[in-house]
């Protein structure tokens, strides 16, 4: 019987990029819906490997992505946020976590695939209200999913017809390794270690191969989801690099284990089946979920040497976790708030050590193009709206207490302070997001729109340090000092947007190129005002 190639790889492949897309927009709606607190929680509860080993599942049953897990996870890494050992824990979960949803592919739903999507398109376009609208989302991309699948299933179903193809099966199962390379090669193909496990659960399903030939692909698609890891550590910080090597080092022990006991494991998953009389695709779930929980309980207790192999294989300067807060001790709140007060000003000086920190980069990427410095930037800025949330809560709390007229001053300067670093974090950002802007634009700012902004940029910078030196030292005397550059600031930016207007007569400078331009100035001025604030705070002129 001669097969129809085209039908054959349209379905399949169409089939897959519905899958594929369904996966994605599931996810989207899931994490939109649960909030944006997502992370905030997974930073919160891996205080120990367990306890990450927990967070790590029940994030990625969330957001339906054991990659995107593991991705936000060496974010934290490098950031500082998490040690080694705690992401350790969560890489563990996430793969145990990812296994839920070849549990669902074992469902039998591809019938009712159509009637879902239906129901969550009329959710999305019926209902106003954000939150109805995200669970919509979820089903319509839940639907998509098997609807993906059964293009996918109908696709490959004519291959158990060609000899080759059958033969090829075959000699897998005899060559347990060949699987495991096939597995991986899939998955960094497609980049979603869930759609290679659902088409082998469909090749399973139409009889393609064996039990015996189909577990080494599972361990190799096991293997191939690491690749999102390592493409997400890439010119990451060596603790972030470290914690995509857990991922692969997790996973390969785990394939090496498990195929030592091929054959055991084999038979064990039949009796399984016999038991459970499980289907075939819930058979490939079962052994995807075993692989994972057995890989996880035999590894766990190595946490501690993996850490100490992969410091020694990968040598370098940790990050300190240094942007979690360090001062802020609640037990002082209720017994001593005047020490409390003075708690919370030495974080927001670490505060606004981080806002320059995060200028300094940012002028550095401006320089240079430099896309680390972006990345370095962005994570200060993170830092900074992860302290401004626990200072701000610290000082509500100290509040609720008694203060004298002195701390309650105090207090309210603080408050104020916290803000105005929060949105010189801001205003970096922004012009970070101009950069990329001229790079996707492809223009390019005339040697003398650079000066300026690189003159206005040093002086910026160095209003921000006076800014935190005189918080540091309560100095009147450099508040001033901030206050008269502020104004040198504002007469510059005055100066340079007549001389950018006169570029713009003269044809030197283009229309795109003069708006960040313009843009960029304004940024630099509204961090002059938050320095300025600080300064009025200290001097006692803040409002």
């Known amino acids: 019987m001669e097969l129809n190639w085209q039908e054959m790889l349209f379905e399949f492949f169409g089939g897959l990029g519905i899958f594929l897309f369904s996966i994605k927009f599931m996810g989207d709606g899931l994490q939109k819906a649960a909030g944006n607190k997502l992370r905030d929680i997974l930073d919160r509860y891996t205080t120990n490997p367990l ?15 054991s990659a995107g897990t593991i991705v936000i996870i060496i974010g934290l890494v490098s950031a500082g946020f998490m040690t080694l050992r705690q992401s350790i824990g969560v890489i563990m979960g996430a793969n145990i976590g990812t296994t839920m949803k070849a549990f669902l592919f074992g469902f039998e739903i591809g019938d009712f695939a159509l009637p879902i999507m239906a129901i969550g398109a009329f959710i999305i376009f019926l209902f106003k209200k954000k939150m109805v ?8 991309g839940f639907g998509g999913l098997f609807l993906g699948l059964e293009l996918m299933m109908s696709g490959m179903s004519p291959l158990q017809k060609l000899s080759s193809f059958t033969d090829f099966t075959l000699q897998m199962s005899d060559q347990p390794l060949l699987g495991v390379i096939a597995g991986t090669a899939m998955t960094i193909l497609i980049q979603s270690s869930s759609a290679s496990v659902a088409i082998l659960q469909g090749i399973y399903a139409e009889g393609l191969v064996t039990l015996h030939g189909a577990l080494p692909i599972l361990f190799g698609d096991n293997i191939g989801t690491t690749i999102t890891a390592i493409l997400a550590s890439i010119g990451a910080s060596v603790s972030a690099r470290r914690a995509a090597a857990a991922h692969v080092l997790f996973n ?35 052994a995807h979920g075993t692989f994972n929980v057995v890989n996880v309980i035999l590894q766990f207790p190595l946490i501690g040497a993996w850490v100490y192999l ?20 609640e037990d002082l709140i209720e017994d001593f708030p005047s020490i409390a007060i003075g708690q919370a000003k030495e974080e927001i000086l670490r505060m606004g050590n981080f806002s320059i920190q995060g200028l300094e980069k940012t002028f550095e990427y401006l320089k240079t193009g430099n896309k680390q410095d972006a990345e370095d930037a962005y994570h200060l800025e993170d830092a900074i709206n992860h302290l401004d949330t626990k200072i701000t809560n610290y000082l509500v709390k100290i509040s609720s207490q008694p203060l ?6 105090r207090h309210f300067m603080l408050l104020g302070t916290t803000r105005d670093f929060e949105r010189i ?31 206005m940029f040093e002086l910026t910078i160095n209003t921000v340090k006076k800014a935190v030196e005189a918080l540091d030292l309560n100095d009147d005397f450099l508040a001033q000092e901030v206050a008269e550059q502020e104004h040198v600031i504002d007469r510059m930016e005055r100066q340079f947007r007549k001389n950018h207007i006169i570029r713009l007569n003269e044809g030197l400078c283009s229309g795109h190129a ?23 705070a200290i001097l006692g002129k803040r409002i």
């Open 51 to 65: 306890m990450g080993v927990v967070a790590g599942l029940l994030f990625t049953v969330l957001i339906q992505s």
């Open 133 to 140: 609208q995200h669970i919509g989302e979820v089903a319509f």
């Open 252 to 286: 390969v022990v785990g394939t090496i284990v498990f195929l030592i006991f091929l054959t055991p494991f084999t038979l064990y998953m039949e009796w399984i089946s016999d038991v459970f009389s499980l289907e075939n695709k819930m058979q490939i779930a079962f």
């Open 310 to 329: 992969l410091v020694k294989f990968l040598p370098g300067e940790d990050v300190n976790i240094k942007y979690k807060p360090k001062h802020l001790e």
């Open 404 to 409: 004298s007229s002195q701390d309650s001053t």
């Open 425 to 455: 974090g801001d205003h970096f950002e922004n012009i970070i997001e101009l950069i990329d802007y001229q790079d996707e634009q492809h223009f390019h700012l005339t040697q003398d729109a650079l000066e300026d902004i690189s003159v």
């Open 514 to 536: 003069g708006v960040m331009f313009v843009d960029i100035l304004s940024n630099l001025e509204r961090i002059g005002d938050h320095s300025v604030n600080i300064a009025d």
